[in-house]
């Protein structure tokens, strides 16, 4: 789990802590239903999930959402006492976990029930419906041998929940969304109370609903990014590193495996103790540029597991080892949407591949 410090690589993430209250507060301006429950799976996104975890809590957030059981034990390790739903597509030979850091399972398949045969006491569980995402999810065909199950071995079902495949065109009501939405309520009403928690919204589906009817799970949203951009959202992380070597080349020499850079004078270029073992994708070797004082630096040669080589020839004469130097946030000029499209990919993939080796500094 991340670090706050490091005594042998000066590369790090920052984690702004007030943007994100920012975010919270102005997602949760996007909704007056009860339930809200921001998504920590993966480490928070990146982000350094027991931190978060503490900080949502301070402000009074009631229910956070994992993927796996260790996450969940992870945020309890932390000290977050309120409810955590934990996503994991299976509980085999995890009963008395759940019930000993008092969990609240998310059942997404019918055989997944199997696993609380054994089960002795009353657990809260909320029950996924596959409306068009086939991805997790119960079928209306399983649905009522479910729920019989459920009785049998002491689940209280207490939400229900679908996921949206494309909830960026919610306000279309001739949409993907508002079709899944029609099939949750139809399943809903012909096999659940009306009293139990509904929750459907992601990020993108909070975001441009318009008016919230539903229960939310916000992930990449609290983070600071979403599709398309808005304007509110603050990017909480920011990449950093310090320079380990500076050093010259000369005019036709190579940088870096298999010498897919040469200069073309003499140049001064930098080393940075990032890599593609760090989270910078070797797919972005010679397509990006980090930013010292405003200024570009063409990232230069392949990116090598721990190391990342940088042009300094436009601010050689101030620039030095130990100048930090970033990839992305505030300082970079790049979000990590901007990385992202570089590579054909998505924030997520960005922000979530920076690994553990990299400390996360927390800023209030």
Same mark, same amino acid.
């Given at each position: 789990?991340?670090?706050?410090?490091?005594?042998?690589?000066?590369?790090?993430?920052?984690?702004?802590?007030?943007?994100?209250?920012?975010?919270?507060?102005? !997602?949760?301006?996007?909704?007056?239903?009860? @339930?809200?429950?921001?998504?920590?799976?993966?480490?928070?996104?990146?982000?350094?999930?027991?931190? +978060?975890?503490? !900080?949502?809590?301070?402000?009074?957030?009631?229910?956070?959402?994992?993927?796996?059981?260790?996450?969940? /034990?992870? !945020?309890?390790?932390?000290? #977050?006492?309120?409810? /955590?739903?934990? @996503? *994991?597509?299976? #509980?085999?030979?995890?009963?008395?976990?759940?019930?000993? @850091?008092?969990?609240?399972?998310?059942?997404?398949?019918?055989?997944?029930?199997?696993? &609380?045969?054994?089960?002795?006491?009353?657990?809260?569980?909320? +029950?996924?419906?596959?409306?068009?995402?086939?991805?997790?999810?119960?079928?209306?065909?399983?649905?009522?041998?479910?729920?019989?199950?459920?009785?049998?071995?002491?689940?209280?079902?207490?939400?229900?929940?679908?996921?949206?495949? *494309?909830?960026?065109?919610?306000?279309?009501? $001739?949409? #993907? *969304?508002?079709?899944?939405?029609?099939?949750?309520?139809?399943?809903?009403?012909?096999? &659940? *109370?009306?009293? +139990?928690?509904?929750?459907?919204?992601?990020?993108?589906?909070?975001?441009?609903?318009?008016?919230?009817?539903?229960?939310?799970?916000?992930?990449?949203?609290?983070?600071?990014?979403?599709?398309?951009?808005?304007?509110?959202?603050?990017?909480?992380?920011?990449?950093?590193?310090?320079?380990?070597?500076?050093?010259?080349?000369?005019?036709?020499?190579?940088?870096?495996?298999?010498?897919?850079?040469?200069?073309?004078? $003499?140049?001064?270029?930098?080393?940075?103790? !990032?890599?593609?073992?760090?989270?910078?994708?070797?797919?972005?070797?010679?397509?990006?540029? &980090?930013?010292?004082?405003?200024?570009?630096?063409?990232?230069?040669?392949?990116?090598?597991?721990?190391?990342?080589?940088?042009?300094?020839?436009?601010?050689?004469?101030?620039?030095?080892?130990?100048?930090?130097?970033?990839?992305?946030?505030?300082?970079?000029?790049?979000?990590?949407?901007?990385?992202?499209?570089? +590579?054909?990919?998505?924030?997520?993939?960005?922000?979530?591949?920076?690994?553990?080796?990299?400390?996360? @500094? #927390?800023?209030?």
């Amino acid at each position: 789990m991340p670090k706050t410090e490091s005594l042998s690589r000066p590369a790090f993430a920052e984690i702004h802590l007030d943007r994100l209250t920012s975010n919270l507060r102005y !997602l949760q301006g996007k909704t007056t239903h009860p @339930f809200f429950c921001p998504m920590l799976k993966a480490n928070a996104y990146g982000h350094g999930d027991q931190q +978060i975890a503490n !900080l949502l809590q301070k402000e009074n957030i009631n229910t956070v959402g994992v993927s796996t059981i260790d996450e969940a /034990i992870h !945020l309890r390790h932390g000290g #977050f006492n309120k409810d /955590i739903l934990v @996503f *994991s597509p299976s #509980f085999q030979s995890c009963l008395s976990e759940v019930i000993n @850091f008092n969990l609240t399972p998310v059942l997404s398949e019918a055989s997944h029930i199997e696993a &609380f045969k054994k089960n002795k006491s009353t657990i809260n569980i909320h +029950i996924k419906l596959n409306t068009g995402m086939n991805r997790m999810g119960l079928d209306e065909d399983t649905v009522e041998d479910t729920l019989s199950s459920c009785q049998k071995y002491g689940l209280q079902v207490i939400g229900t929940l679908t996921h949206l495949h *494309s909830s960026s065109d919610i306000s279309n009501v $001739d949409g #993907f *969304s508002h079709k899944q939405i029609r099939k949750y309520e139809e399943l809903h009403q012909k096999y &659940f *109370s009306d009293s +139990i928690i509904k929750h459907v919204y992601n990020s993108d589906g909070l975001l441009n609903a318009g008016k919230a009817t539903y229960g939310a799970r916000p992930g990449i949203a609290l983070y600071g990014y979403s599709d398309p951009y808005n304007e509110n959202l603050l990017p909480v992380m920011e990449l950093k590193a310090k320079l380990v070597s500076v050093r010259r080349v000369s005019k036709n020499e190579v940088v870096s495996y298999g010498g897919t850079w040469r200069a073309e004078k $003499d140049t001064t270029i930098g080393v940075l103790p !990032l890599g593609y073992a760090d989270g910078v994708s070797r797919n972005l070797s010679n397509n990006i540029h &980090f930013r010292y004082e405003g200024k570009q630096l063409p990232q230069i040669g392949n990116i090598c597991m721990d190391y990342t080589m940088v042009d300094l020839e436009s601010v050689k004469d101030k620039i030095k080892v130990g100048s930090v130097v970033s990839l992305f946030g505030k300082d970079a000029g790049y979000t990590a949407a901007d990385v992202a499209k570089k +590579i054909h990919t998505i924030p997520y993939e960005v922000l979530t591949s920076v690994s553990e080796r990299i400390p996360r @500094f #927390f800023i209030d």
